[in-house]
């Protein structure tokens, strides 16, 4: 048995340690708001913050992320930059089918935090490992920028 | 004509009628049963339907649009709007959302027929049960073009029945009332009440005649042709709550991942289940048996593995131990495949169409030139792969999934199971995108299968993203070959197309060698260029995979290569490509798709969708406008054109690159002109062609799926990549070629976009570098290290 803080709650798992992060989530907490899109770290669907970290679920055995707070795309709205990320999503509708969005929306808003003014650069640094097979990327990048205050420069 | 297929049981029988395929409905008759309505009023009481396939198909003269699709339309409101005494207007969404905004922009028409206030609607989305709902085969483009002018009579007619309840209660005659926002007005006395006082006496009315319906003047809508609302959905997909096929959860549910033949028509020859059954978690290991051809919708067979929770599932299955045996198609060899259709595409082929002496013509011709132009397999990869739960309580089937093909996914289930169709309930959750492969509901007689191994207990079933792209249904492969006769002005005198593919049909008649009407009706038999001597071929092709719909079909190779030929032939004359195409498909004109030998056209009225290529000519002049086509760049930067009519939509692109000294391809801007007919949602529509941009670049620079063995060798997305951000086009460009009319003909959008992108990028390449791209993908082939 082991315990892990996620969202703010300790939640006891009985599970071999060796589990990644994204199944135990996703099947055992029902917290489906994480995705599956690859399992081998190519595709970002499962992005969640590990200690403010973006890390991939799918790829983190529970074992560790003992002892780091865990969040996911249903509690990001408890922190300011995460809120703001999300009504950028939704003023530019960027979702198409949505299924990528959790994770686009944990990149986007871990990459805000650590640095609120990106260059175009460092958004195409921090969200290229995460696919959108609908193609929302000009939209991703807007709202960025829209968050961050700045306003998209058309050539 | 042959036998029917062994398929009597179907709702889509299919037959090989010389040598081309048709697929006929055969709609069958059972008792329509109430769903999914009660506790609202006005649905509540009326259980006498109004039926399009009894009151209003065209029974004697040819079908088209949405009368000729299994189940045709339904426009009854008692079917697609309830009114709670509270006043929530709940409108049904019966085709499946999968990244379009058909959750959103279908019901908005309904509600602003309705006059509904949008903060007050919610959408529920529809089970798979065509009789009820009309066709729900979420594809081909098609979601808003038949379903427009049903849904605004649906608001009509609700509206009316408000608008009447009110005049009663009332006394006044009902034309001095009307619907206001979720109110009835009588201005005269300056009364109202709200929908939900009406409701309940709105619903003991009749629901009026279609005829009499009277639909809102387009100058009055409020949401249609606006773009104004937010996606439905939004709030749930950005706070991680939106449910998807692949998040069902039930009460003591188990998990199963399937180990499916590697080679397409192989099976199980022996399993070894020990280790697997020790994995923690492992709850048991079934075997699937294998479907004889024809591949249809059938799952694969193989060794199932179900446990407590996906990740045991998964570990079970990487430790059984199988023998396959692989069948007939164990050498299938992407690269002798290839040379296959080369050798193919070099030969005459059966003619499809031919128009003067293509013969004399290139014999005349001052100049000939000549081009083959390859395509790979690809995949749809949805980023949620395919998944569906089962469970069966008392002989009755409830699944759970995301599929594009409710009603069809129903239907077999109940013959799969044996089951009679109204005890098979398919619910339809948001699709994680879908492209064409969510229309195959192998995946969900999969999960019926399993539940019924394990006694009915809920099974979710997951497709890892290597069953996803091992086992899907692909899109085609094929080899293009295009002749041309030049004249001395460089003027085209002869055109000849052979175009060789392994067909869709062969999914369903495995013999099939020949592309179907709908597939040549994709952009290659009705190429609607002003050449007196044109001759189309389509040689034969054996298909040695599944091959299935894939986001546009088969407009993607033949769009590829015409366009591009055309770029290579303006260049051969020494013209402006842009100049040159125009002249090609000549004046102003509308053409009858039966001349061209088209005899499909896209399933819609050949009078009413006609070729029209004033329409192809504006977008393509709009696109350069709007581009600055004809401005001058510097080395290693060029512009691209192309244009491509398909899903009756006229579409043309410019595409802007820059190739660096050691052959990086960036793509700064795409500029895109649409000229869809009526724009329903114009904000849905243009995201839909941002994402047609962005995933024709990912084919074009990136997409293969190819075979060794029998078996596909790309397993992840780092051997099938697709676009990312750092590589998209930095800007996109949609230009919506304005029009404020509703009463023209609508053309599809989800699809139409793709097409022209690879031609236009690889046109693009050319004028920066001058190297021809006439293979797909493009990969490394502009690499100079
Ligand atoms: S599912 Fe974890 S990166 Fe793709
Ligand atoms: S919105 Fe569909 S995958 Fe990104």
Redesign the interface.
């Known amino acids: 048995m082991i315990t892990l803080n996620i969202n703010g709650k300790p939640r006891q798992i009985d599970l071999s340690t060796d589990t990644p992060l994204l199944w135990v989530l996703r099947d055992h907490l029902g917290l489906t708001g994480t995705k599956f899109g690859c399992g081998i770290s190519l595709c970002g669907a499962c992005t969640v913050h590990l200690d403010g970290e973006p890390t991939r679920a799918c790829v983190t055995p529970i074992s560790t992320a003992v002892g780091k707070k865990i969040v996911t795309i249903e509690a990001i709205n408890q922190d300011a930059t995460g809120q703001r990320v999300q009504e950028a999503w939704l003023a530019l509708r960027v979702p198409q089918c949505g299924y990528c969005q959790s994770g686009q929306i944990m990149a986007a808003t871990a990459l805000l935090k650590q640095n609120p003014k990106p260059t175009d650069t460092d958004i195409d640094t921090a969200m290229s490992g995460n696919i959108c097979r609908c193609g929302t990327y000009c939209r991703i990048r807007a709202a960025i920028k829209q968050v961050a205050g700045l306003t998209e420069v058309r050539p | 004509m042959k036998k029917p297929l062994d398929c009597p049981e179907l709702n889509a029988d299919t037959w090989n009628s010389g040598d081309s395929l048709h697929i006929v409905n055969i709609s069958r008759r059972t008792f329509l049963k109430d769903l999914a309505l009660t506790g609202f009023v006005l649905a509540a009481g009326f259980p006498a339907l109004i039926r399009a396939d009894e009151t209003a198909m065209p029974s004697e003269k040819e079908k088209y649009g949405a009368d000729a699709m299994p189940h045709g339309w339904v426009d009854n409101p008692l079917v697609f709007v309830a009114i709670a005494g509270d006043g929530t207007v709940t409108i049904i969404c019966h085709r499946s ?5 058909i959750r959103t922009s279908l019901p908005m028409v309904v509600a602003d027929e309705l006059e509904a206030n949008w903060l007050h609607v919610r959408v529920e989305q529809a089970p798979g049960d065509e009789r009820r709902y009309g066709n729900q085969d979420t594809d081909g483009s098609r979601s808003m073009r038949h379903f427009f002018m049903p849904m605004r009579r649906v608001g009509a007619a609700a509206r009316t029945m408000l608008e009447s309840a009110a005049a009663a209660q009332w006394q006044v005659p009902i034309e001095e009332v009307h619907a206001e926002q979720h109110q009835i007005l009588h201005p005269a006395t300056g009364r109202t009440l709200g929908y939900g006082e009406l409701a309940e006496a709105a619903a003991k009315l009749p629901v009026p005649a279609r005829e009499s319906l009277r639909l809102k003047n387009p100058a009055d809508f409020r949401y249609i042709g606006k773009g104004s609302l ?2 439905y ?3 749930d ?8 096929g ?2 069902t ?1 039930l009460e003591d549910m188990l ?1 199963a991942v399937v180990a499916r033949p590697p080679v397409f028509g192989g099976k199980v020859l022996s399993y070894d289940a020990r280790d697997a059954l020790k994995v ?2 492992v709850v048991k290991v079934i075997e699937l048996p294998s479907s004889p051809p024809p591949a249809d919708f059938n799952p694969l067979g193989g060794i199932a593995v179900i446990a407590r ?3 045991a599932a ?1 570990q079970g299955r990487k430790a059984l131990k199988i023998e396959w045996d692989k069948g007939p198609h164990g050498n299938y060899d992407s690269v002798a495949y290839k040379a296959e259709l080369e050798a193919a595409a070099r030969k005459p082929g059966k003619v499809v169409r031919n128009d003067g002496d293509i013969d004399a013509a290139l014999q005349g011709a001052v100049k000939r030139v000549a081009a083959e132009y390859y395509a790979p397999h690809l995949a749809q ?5 395919p998944a569906a739960t089962a469970r069966i309580v008392n002989g009755v089937c409830e699944i759970w999934t995301c599929t594009q093909a409710p009603q069809v996914s129903r239907e077999r289930v109940a013959k799969w199971l044996k089951l009679p169709e109204d005890k098979v309930t398919v619910h339809v959750t ?6 064409g492969r969510k229309s195959k509901p192998d995946y969900v007689i999969e999960a019926a299968l399993l539940s019924q191994a394990m006694n009915g207990r809920p099974v979710k079933l ?1 497709w ?2 290597e069953d996803d792209l091992h086992h899907s249904y692909f899109h085609t492969v094929s080899v293009e070959r295009l002749e041309a006769g030049l004249d001395t002005q460089g003027k085209p005198v002869a055109w000849l197309h052979r175009t060789v593919a392994p067909t869709i049909s062969s999914t369903f008649a495995p013999d099939s060698k020949h592309q179907m009407p709908t597939e040549l009706g994709m952009g290659v038999i009705n190429v609607p260029f002003a050449i007196a001597n044109l001759r189309i071929e389509n040689p034969e092709a054996e298909a040695h995979t599944r091959i299935g719909w894939f986001r546009s079909v088969s407009n993607i190779p033949h769009a590829f290569a015409i366009q591009s030929f055309v770029a290579e032939l303006a260049a051969a004359s020494g013209r402006d490509p842009k100049d040159f195409l125009l002249d090609l498909i000549g004046s102003p004109r509308h053409i009858d798709p039966r001349t061209l030998g088209d005899t499909w056209n896209q399933g819609e009225s050949p009078e009413i969708y006609p070729v029209d290529t004033g329409r192809l000519r504006r977008v393509i002049e709009a696109v350069s406008r709007e581009a600055n086509w004809g401005r001058v760049l510097p080395n290693g930067r060029g512009l691209g054109l192309a244009a491509h009519y398909s899903f009756v939509t006229y579409v043309a692109v410019v595409v802007e690159v820059t190739v660096d000294e050691h052959g990086k391809l960036s793509i ?2 795409i500029d895109i002109a649409v000229d869809c007919g009526p724009q329903v949602n114009p ?1 849905r529509i243009r ?2 062609l ?6 024709g670049v ?1 084919l074009a620079t990136l997409g293969e799926i190819s075979f060794k063995e029998g078996a596909v060798i790309q397993d ?3 051997t099938y990549q ?5 590589d ?5 460009r949609i230009h919506l070629l304005s029009t404020t009319e509703f009463d023209i003909p609508l053309g599809g959008v989800g699809e139409p976009g793709l097409p022209p992108i690879a031609p236009a990028l690889c046109n693009a390449i050319f004028a920066a570098t001058g190297q021809r791209i006439r293979q797909l993908p493009i990969r490394d082939q502009l690499r100079k290290d």
């Not at chain 2, 948001?430 to 492209?435: A, E, I, Q, R």
Request: hydrophobic fraction near 35%; include cysteine; glycine fraction near 14%.
């Open positions: 959302e999968m990244g379009q905004g937010r996606i959905d939004g709030q997909i950005v706070t991680g709550l939106a449910q998807y692949i998040d959860r998990y923690p978690g929770n996906t990740w998964i990869a949805p980023m949620e792969p948001l699709l994680g995108g879908g492209f997951t890892t993203r700064p801007r904000e995201s839909q941002e994402g047609a941009c962005i995933m990912s992840n997305f780092h697709l676009t990312r951000m750092d998209a086009p930095r800007e996109i």
